[in-house]
């Protein structure tokens, strides 16, 4: 257990919706990380959340926000999804090391 | 973009046996590390070898690391069918350590015949 939780662990829902994902990091790691991993681009870096505030941005698709409120979790949404936003959602925190949750498996339809 | 790039893609091994899996990457690195999955959870963090170390070991792990041929093998020893799993290589830019800058290969698939 790498104490990083996230939820849903499964949703499918359907193209032109939107859905959060909810991501609580490890007890005192106050960074917050989200990839998307898919069989076709792989393990893809999203944002970067310190604390708050933004710090980084990957290929994140402006239909894609995050955020991270001050009792540290963090939410990833996603609107008007597509076929292709089928993925892996992934959220890390990190302290010393980089710890995965175990993702959420989003499937649209 | 720089991109770690596992080979082989998947690999099928006798329990015993030792594992050898490579990544290359393309520009300049702070570390490198090394992350299994088993099917369909999460990433586990591996080890994390710096830019100025060569070689690191962890129980049964060995990995070593060339900057000048910018590539590095995960060697997994006396395998166990419990190894089977996909890894990845993560290569970061970034002196910070955080996971901004790590980019990640589309893994090594093994799997451990019992």
């Known amino acids: 257990d790498s104490g990083v939780t996230q939820t849903p662990k499964h949703l499918i829902t359907a193209t032109g919706q939107r859905v959060t994902l909810r991501c609580s990091p490890r007890?005192?790691?106050?960074?917050v990380y989200w990839y998307q991993q898919s069989l076709d681009q792989g393990l893809q870096f999203l944002i970067h959340?310190?604390?708050?505030?933004?710090?980084a941005k990957g290929n994140i698709l402006e239909r894609f926000s995050a955020q991270q409120f001050p009792d540290l979790h963090s939410e990833l949404n996603l609107s008007s999804l597509e076929l292709g936003d089928s993925a892996l959602y992934f959220c890390?925190?990190?302290?010393?090391?980089?710890?995965f949750g175990e993702g959420s498996w989003l499937t649209v339809v | 973009s720089q991109q770690g790039e596992e080979d082989p893609q998947a690999l099928s091994i006798q329990e015993g046996e030792n594992a050898t899996m490579n990544c290359s990457y393309k520009?300049?690195?702070?570390?490198l590390q090394w992350y299994r999955q088993n099917s369909g959870r999460g990433l586990v963090h591996l080890i994390l070898?710096?830019?100025?170390?060569r070689e690191k070991h962890s129980g049964r792990l060995r990995v070593t690391l060339d900057t000048s041929k910018k590539s590095s093998s995960l060697l997994i020893t006396a395998s166990r069918a419990a190894d089977t799993a996909s890894y990845f290589c993560?290569?970061?830019?970034?002196?910070?350590?955080?996971?901004?800058?790590?980019?990640f290969g589309k893994g090594t698939h093994l799997i451990i015949q019992p």
């Open positions: 993560a290569t970061d830019a970034y002196s910070g350590g955080g996971a901004d800058g790590l980019t």
């Open positions: 959340y310190y604390n708050g505030e933004e710090r």
């Open positions: 070898i710096r830019s100025n170390e």
């Open positions: 890390a925190s990190s302290g010393n090391t980089i710890y």
């Open positions: 520009t300049s690195i702070n570390n």
């Open positions: 007890s005192g790691d106050l960074s």
